[in-house]
């Protein structure tokens, strides 16, 4: 969308293909409703994938300041939140979705642009003596299917990745990409939930809290998150895992352990914590070790930290030592939940891999299809959670434009 607003802009003709029956679905799905589109604390290392030299360039050229400026061109003012992360003001996708719409629409009447939905995309394929693009698309006409054809000399296959199917991206873009014979590398999900073996998130369902969360990999520490932690049935959630999820894919794709160790007692160092339970133990010595914890840990949880110390959580808390009381803090300060997968794709945020650098020319531009433009999600290129994603969107849609309108007026100038 923000592709085809540019181009518009810069005076191009238009054709946008999508195949779910309105443009912008999954944004409206973005940021829990609010759309996270961008980050003020952005710096090439929140990016991963081989693409990481194309989408250097892309943000030289558009840098987010530029980004900025165009969603305020649009009306659309950043508000700050915690981490850098930026929302429209209204703290609503849908507002961001709407000016978009209404933008194109205004296209739409004035004739330079022509949007057609419902329709998928199938195959695409350059006509090498006639220099165009020819695209294969299938829609419905009632109840029947019906095969569509389009060439153009120059085409943005900005059709995401494979996350959240549900939402339009389900992978065609990549297969098409594959037919085109460009370098596809494997693909995984990202920002998704983290599945575990252990029962245990199933007995803790529904309980979150605030955390800084460490992934491990035996004794080694990978990587560490603050945020939320939510368990689920099979699993854990949140913002936190969420940030963790590449690191831990990682680490399951080469077949090393993972393991995420929360911090439920956060706000104590480990000496001050050690110090509070010896007092604790003291005070209360007539009551379960349990009933000891009470209070200070959420009730679901205590049986689960006691059981990770194997001590027994009916003794009494006068019969806590020293080497006890350490062995609690110790899983206090790192309660673990193994990690054996990732989610699936179904409810993933993101796709970590796509069409590899090597495909690409200058910029956006496929090395072996002149005028043939790749970018977003569909690219061997993903950023941390907290709004990268759509920056990085946002800047490939811009830079294509730009691109596509240079190479427009280069035919133009060589033909006249
Ligand atoms: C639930 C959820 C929440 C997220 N929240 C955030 C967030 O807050 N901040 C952030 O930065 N990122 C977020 N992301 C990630 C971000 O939305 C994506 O990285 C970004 O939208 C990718 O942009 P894109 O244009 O490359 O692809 P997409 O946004 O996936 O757009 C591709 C479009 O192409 C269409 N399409 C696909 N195949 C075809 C075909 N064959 N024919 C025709 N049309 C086709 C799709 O229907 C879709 O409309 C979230 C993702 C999800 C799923």
Same mark, same amino acid.
């Given at each position: 969308m923000?592709c085809a607003?540019?181009?518009l802009? *810069?005076?191009?003709k238009v054709l946008l293909i999508e195949k779910m029956e309105r443009i912008g679905k999954k944004?409206l799905?973005?940021?829990?409703?609010?759309?996270?589109?961008?980050?003020?604390?952005?710096?090439?290392?929140?990016?991963?994938?081989?693409?990481?030299?194309?989408?250097?360039?892309?943000?030289?050229?558009?840098?987010?300041?530029?980004?900025?400026?165009?969603?305020?061109?649009? @009306?659309?003012?950043?508000?700050?939140?915690?981490?850098?992360?930026?929302?429209?003001?209204?703290?609503?996708?849908?507002?961001?979705i709407?000016?978009l719409r209404r933008?194109l629409s205004y296209y739409e009447q004035e004739g330079s642009l022509k949007v057609l939905t419902d329709t998928v995309v199938t195959g695409i394929r350059?006509d090498?003596?006639q220099?165009l693009y020819e695209i294969t698309c299938r829609t419905r006409e009632g109840e029947q299917a019906k095969t569509l054809q389009f060439k153009s000399s120059q085409a943005a296959l900005l059709t995401g990745?494979?996350?959240?199917p549900r939402l339009g991206s389900a992978g065609e873009g990549?297969e098409m990409?594959?037919k085109?014979?460009?370098?596809?590398?494997?693909?995984?999900?990202?920002?998704?939930?983290? *599945?575990?073996?252990? $029962?245990?998130?199933?007995?803790?369902?529904?309980?979150?809290?605030?955390?800084?969360?460490?992934?491990?990999?035996?004794?080694?520490?990978?990587?560490?998150?603050?945020?939320?932690?939510?368990?689920?049935?099979?699993?854990?959630?949140? $913002?936190?895992?969420?940030?963790?999820?590449?690191?831990?894919?990682?680490?399951?794709?080469?077949?090393?352990?993972?393991?995420?160790? #929360?911090?439920?007692?956060?706000?104590? $160092?480990?000496?001050?914590?050690?110090?509070?339970?010896?007092?604790?133990?003291?005070?209360?010595?007539?009551?379960?070790?349990?009933?000891?914890?009470?209070?200070?840990?959420?009730?679901?949880?205590?049986?689960?930290?006691?059981?990770?110390?194997?001590?027994?959580?009916?003794?009494?808390?006068?019969?806590?030592?020293?080497?006890?009381?350490?062995?609690?803090?110790?899983?206090?300060?790192?309660?673990?939940?193994?990690?054996?997968?990732?989610?699936?794709?179904?409810?993933?945020?993101?796709?970590?891999? @796509?069409?590899?650098?090597?495909?690409?020319?200058?910029?956006?531009?496929?090395?072996?299809?002149?005028?043939?433009?790749?970018?977003?999600?569909?690219?061997?290129?993903?950023?941390?959670?907290?709004?990268?994603?759509?920056?990085?969107?946002?800047?490939?849609?811009?830079?294509?434009?730009?691109?596509?309108? #240079?190479?427009?007026?280069?035919?133009?100038?060589?033909?006249?």
């Amino acid at each position: 969308m923000i592709c085809a607003v540019e181009a518009l802009r *810069l005076g191009l003709k238009v054709l946008l293909i999508e195949k779910m029956e309105r443009i912008g679905k999954k944004v409206l799905a973005t940021g829990n409703g609010r759309c996270n589109l961008a980050n003020r604390n952005f710096d090439m290392t929140h990016y991963h994938g081989s693409c990481l030299p194309a989408a250097e360039v892309v943000f030289e050229e558009y840098p987010p300041e530029r980004i900025e400026d165009f969603w305020k061109g649009l @009306g659309i003012l950043y508000r700050e939140e915690e981490r850098g992360r930026c929302y429209p003001r209204s703290l609503q996708a849908s507002s961001v979705i709407n000016v978009l719409r209404r933008t194109l629409s205004y296209y739409e009447q004035e004739g330079s642009l022509k949007v057609l939905t419902d329709t998928v995309v199938t195959g695409i394929r350059l006509d090498k003596k006639q220099k165009l693009y020819e695209i294969t698309c299938r829609t419905r006409e009632g109840e029947q299917a019906k095969t569509l054809q389009f060439k153009s000399s120059q085409a943005a296959l900005l059709t995401g990745g494979k996350a959240s199917p549900r939402l339009g991206s389900a992978g065609e873009g990549l297969e098409m990409a594959g037919k085109l014979k460009l370098p596809v590398t494997d693909l995984r999900p990202g920002i998704c939930r983290l *599945l575990s073996p252990d $029962p245990m998130t199933r007995r803790l369902s529904g309980l979150r809290f605030d955390t800084r969360a460490c992934l491990l990999s035996g004794k080694e520490r990978i990587a560490e998150a603050r945020g939320e932690l939510l368990f689920t049935d099979d699993g854990i959630s949140g $913002p936190c895992a969420l940030d963790l999820s590449r690191q831990a894919g990682e680490l399951l794709k080469e077949g090393k352990p993972a393991a995420i160790a #929360a911090d439920l007692a956060e706000e104590y $160092p480990e000496g001050e914590l050690f110090a509070l339970m010896m007092e604790r133990c003291e005070l209360l010595k007539a009551v379960s070790l349990e009933e000891m914890l009470e209070g200070f840990l959420h009730k679901r949880i205590i049986p689960e930290v006691i059981s990770q110390t194997g001590l027994d959580r009916k003794a009494a808390a006068g019969t806590m030592d020293k080497r006890k009381t350490g062995a609690l803090c110790r899983v206090m300060k790192s309660f673990c939940v193994e990690i054996s997968a990732l989610d699936s794709f179904k409810d993933a945020q993101v796709t970590v891999g @796509g069409v590899h650098q090597k495909a690409l020319g200058q910029g956006l531009e496929c090395a072996a299809y002149p005028g043939l433009y790749l970018g977003g999600e569909l690219l061997d290129l993903d950023g941390d959670c907290g709004g990268y994603n759509l920056m990085f969107a946002a800047a490939c849609g811009l830079s294509i434009a730009s691109g596509a309108a #240079a190479h427009q007026l280069d035919v133009e100038g060589g033909r006249g």
